[in-house]
């Protein structure tokens, strides 16, 4: 019989080699599958890290229990008034290039920060040498949502000026500012904050978790903090989508604007702002509702609703979108006992 390798023998050793092929390969997929959960692990563990400390810091904001201020309700001269304001749609850190829209805005975080001011001492100014006459007991200021454009479409991520977590701690600084400045000229500032549909962290709109959810809340408690301190600011941060407020014997509704729907017809808004109006009084009893969302100043108290401005103005949306020019502006009216909004005036905040 030769030596020579027989037939049989170059089949087992093919099976063998073929069996060894298969168990690298085998080993290779297991351990790249290895790889994988490691990294997996490794984002699920950062994700429960971020998850811990996101739970931890929303549990320290919300601990602060609200106590609506006497001053705002309780009973007072008829020569006495309460000064009311609205902050909405800054839409802080967006930016808006004057070349896209025909030039006719601009606006960034310099702008934002100049028209904020003007803002604040336009308030000062107006109550001080031009609507004088009166007492007033305080000032109340509404934060109506939209404080930030965030990132809730692809080209604001692309476009905006910074990170939603820097955004927030620049324009605590700059809105506590503006509210020490309030304290200074009032012996009261009550501050009244619903969110807005922009602030949202998810991409489309939610119902449950709103609120929480939402960087204008985030802001709101944040500033709430700040002035913790001081006797002479509160703070009544919503915990859902609206808001009452009493002031004098005169009741606000607060909220962003986002739930009227349409607006695009020959009537423009009108009919959607009476319709939500007109739902809201199915279940919650107000004199007016005080709103934004919609960039057009509208001050209709005898219809039953206060429309805010934009401090950031016209923009891309808007010139595509065909709407009518506005300038920034940001809304003021006083509000007295027995006559609810009686003086109301527009703050131009772009000189």
């Keep these: 019989m030769s030596d020579a390798k027989s037939l049989e023998d170059y089949a087992l050793e093919g099976a063998d080699i073929q069996q060894i092929t298969q168990l690298s ?29 996101r739970s931890h810091v929303l549990t320290h904001l919300s601990k602060a229990d609200y106590k609506p201020p006497t001053w705002l309700t309780k009973k007072k001269k008829k020569s006495t008034g309460v000064v009311c304001t609205i902050l909405s749609d800054t839409h802080f850190d967006e930016v808006v290039k004057p070349e896209e829209i025909q030039f006719r805005n601009e ?20 109550t001080n040498e031009y609507i004088t006459g009166i007492e007033y007991e305080g000032i109340v200021l509404f934060l109506g949502g939209d404080i930030f454009s965030g990132d809730i479409h692809e080209e604001l991520s ?17 809105l506590s500012a503006g509210i020490n400045l309030l304290s200074e000229h009032f012996n009261h500032v009550h501050i009244p904050c619903v969110v807005g549909n ?12 709103r609120v929480k959810d939402n960087f204008d809340w985030f802001l709101s408690k944040t500033l709430e903090q700040r002035f913790s301190d001081n006797d002479k600011v509160t703070f009544d941060v919503a ?4 808001l009452i407020v009493d002031v004098q014997d005169t009741k606000y509704l607060l909220t962003h604007g986002d739930q009227a729907k349409g607006g695009g017809g020959i009537g423009g808004i009108w009919p959607p702002l009476m319709r939500m109006v007109a739902r809201k009084r199915q ?27 934009s401090l950031k103005g016209y923009d891309e949306y808007a010139s595509i979108g065909n709407f009518a020019f506005e ?6 009216w006083i509000n007295v006992p027995d006559k609810g909004v009686l003086w109301q005036t527009a703050l131009l905040v772009d000189d």
Excluded: C
């Design 25 to 53: 390969r085998q080993i290779s997929k297991v351990k790249t599958e290895r790889d994988i959960f490691k990294s997996q692990v490794k984002e699920l563990e950062e994700a429960l890290d971020e998850s811990e400390l």
């Design 239 to 242: 915990t859902g989508a609206d």
């Design 327 to 332: 300038v920034p502006q940001q809304a003021l």
């Design 283 to 309: 279940n919650t009893d107000f004199d007016y509702m005080v709103l934004g969302h919609f960039h057009q100043l509208i001050m209709a108290p005898s219809s039953g609703f206060l429309l805010n401005g």
């Design 107 to 126: 606006y960034n975080r310099e702008i934002a920060v100049k028209r904020l001011e003007a803002y604040f001492q336009k308030i000062v100014l107006l």
């Design 158 to 174: 692309e476009t905006n000026e910074d990170t939603m977590l820097a955004s927030i701690i620049f324009w605590t600084e700059q």
């Design 198 to 209: 922009h602030g949202r962290r998810s991409r489309k709109p939610r119902h449950k978790l």
